[in-house]
């Protein structure tokens, strides 16, 4: 599973609360990614980081911000949350210090907005 | 920005028979082409993935194609077996750098025994 890890894996919120998921990956990728699952949408890209410090809007990015203080997390906060935020989010990692290109999927979080 | 449609959004197969998949591009400067696949509650998981310096890559019973000139690809699975069920997903990006993907709709394919 290529050392990826989500935190929660399912969360209940109410709308104007915020939330934050975490991405852990122990392997030392460089590419961090945060993408969102929808029926019929496929999975898209929120944002995404290249290194500490370093990130940058995908094509969803409206609701989201997020951080990397360390290489090893990635955070995705919604500062207040809404309904049409429920929805499943999976990170991704890629180009670990090996070499690599290809991104792994982590296990998802099931974020629902009431 | 690239645009990824794949087609169809459901297949249902007789076991032992082929399934295709095909996705098209809209962004002449893509040149990574992964194929995912999704079982229900699962993580996307990479199954196999082509370049546009090949035509063509072939994995056991999984193979994909490229026409660049078209600016389409496509899935083939060959002898299908019932834990081919799953939803796939295409997606496009240039390689390297930041790599952003951008995924198809997805196709369920289900295998009838």
């Known amino acids: 599973d290529a050392g990826i890890t989500q935190s929660p894996r399912h969360k209940v919120t109410e ?12 392997e030392n990728h460089r590419y ?31 609701g989201y911000s997020v951080s990397r203080s360390k290489t090893e997390d ?16 999976f990170c991704a990692i890629r180009e ?3 070499g690599g290109n290809e991104q792994f999927f982590g296990p998802g979080t099931r974020l629902t907005v009431l | ?20 998949i095909k996705c098209t591009y809209s962004d002449s400067a893509s040149n990574y082409f992964p194929w995912y696949k999704q079982e229900l509650g699962k993580r996307p998981q990479l199954i ?9 890559k072939k994995d056991q019973r999984i193979a994909v194609t490229l026409n660049k000139t078209a600016k389409h690809f496509s899935l083939h699975i060959t002898e299908t077996q019932p834990e081919d069920s799953a939803v796939y997903f295409c997606a496009a990006s240039i390689e390297g750098g930041a790599q952003k993907l951008v995924f198809g709709q997805g196709t369920r394919l289900t295998i009838n025994p």
């Open chain 1, 15 to 26: 709308t104007g609360t915020p939330v934050t998921l975490r991405c852990h990956q122990t």
């Open chain 1, 32 to 62: 961090m990614y945060w993408y969102r699952q929808d029926p019929g949408h496929g999975l898209r890209l929120i944002h995404y980081s290249y290194g500490v410090k370093d990130t940058d809007k995908g094509e969803v990015s409206d």
């Open chain 1, 74 to 89: 990635f955070l995705l906060t919604l500062e207040s949350a809404t309904s049409s935020q429920t929805s499943v989010y």
């Open chain 1, 96 to 98: 670990p210090a090996g």
């Open chain 2, 1 to 20: 920005g690239e645009n990824v449609e794949q087609h169809p959004s459901t297949l249902s197969v007789q076991e032992g028979d082929s399934a295709v």
């Open chain 2, 48 to 56: 196999i993935d082509i370049r546009s310096n090949v035509g063509e």
